[in-house]
T-cell receptor, first 109, second 113 residues
Framework: DQQVKQNSPSLSVQEGRISILNCDYT??????FLWYKKYPAEGPTFLIS?????DKNEDGRFTVFLNKSAKHLSLHIVPSQPGDSAVYFC????????FGTGTSLTVIP | ETGVTQSPTHLIKTRGQQVTLRCSSQ?????VSWYQQALGQGPQFIFQ???????GRGNFPPRFSGLQFPNYSSELNVNALELDDSALYLC????????????FGQGTRLTVV
């Protein structure tokens, strides 16, 4: 029972353009959402989070949007850089963290 | 401030054996969680410890067990290893209380042959 879903396994974007990564969840009780970035042979690194009382949180080039009615969140990266190439996981916090299956982002120079 | 560290980084075991993985939490963190990440999947929650007590468990059999020590370091033990236990095992620590992010170690790659 996958409570957090990332339906795009991969995404390719030109350097300088916007990357949009999407995530859907099923449990309306989730109140905190996070994005992690993972490079090969490393653990996930925290990127940005958002509380369910907000609909947007911004940190530099990274912005997370939350649409509670649609149970959908997205991560925008502007402008995208080659160093952003990694696997991105969204996660939802209940009594534990529930992770999606990840989206592999490739930023093409 | 030290981050989350895990040992060993890689391990090969034979089916039926037992394994112990170790994790040192980030300084100041009182909650540690363990996750299993199979190839092509997201991390799956195994269990969580808070102040040396298990306070949450995912859909994993009892042969997956753990400990948290007074210094908040932790162990994951897996008995009677199966081939499907081959995965990346991740430890994450955070400070419990409110909405806080978890910080992950680099993981232990376990291969069961």
């Amino acid at each position: 029972d996958q409570q957090v879903k990332q339906n795009s396994p991969s995404l390719s974007v030109q350097e300088g353009r916007i990357s949009i990564l999407n995530c859907d969840y099923t449990n309306s009780m989730f109140d905190y959402f996070l994005w992690y970035k993972k490079y090969p042979a490393e653990g996930p690194t925290f990127l940005i989070s958002i509380s369910s009382i907000k609909d947007k949180n911004e940190d530099g080039r990274f912005t997370v949007f939350l649409n509670k009615s649609a149970k959908h969140l997205s991560l925008h990266i502007v402008p995208s850089q080659p160093g952003d190439s990694a696997v991105y996981f969204c996660a939802a916090s209940g009594n534990q963290f529930y992770f999606g299956t990840g989206t592999s982002l490739t930023v093409i120079p | 401030e030290t981050g989350v560290t895990q040992s060993p980084t890689h391990l090969i075991k034979t089916r039926g054996q037992q394994v112990t993985l170790r994790c040192s939490s980030q300084s100041g963190h009182n909650t540690v969680s363990w996750y299993q990440q199979a190839l092509g999947q997201g991390p799956q929650f195994i269990f969580q410890y808070y102040r040396e007590e298990e306070n949450g468990r995912g859909n994993f059999p009892p042969r997956f067990s753990g400990l948290q020590f007074p210094n908040y370091s932790s162990e994951l033990n897996v008995n009677a290893l199966e081939l499907d236990d081959s995965a990346l095992y991740l430890c994450a620590s955070r400070f419990s209380g409110g909405q806080t992010e978890a910080f992950f170690g680099q993981g232990t790659r376990l291969t069961v042959v």
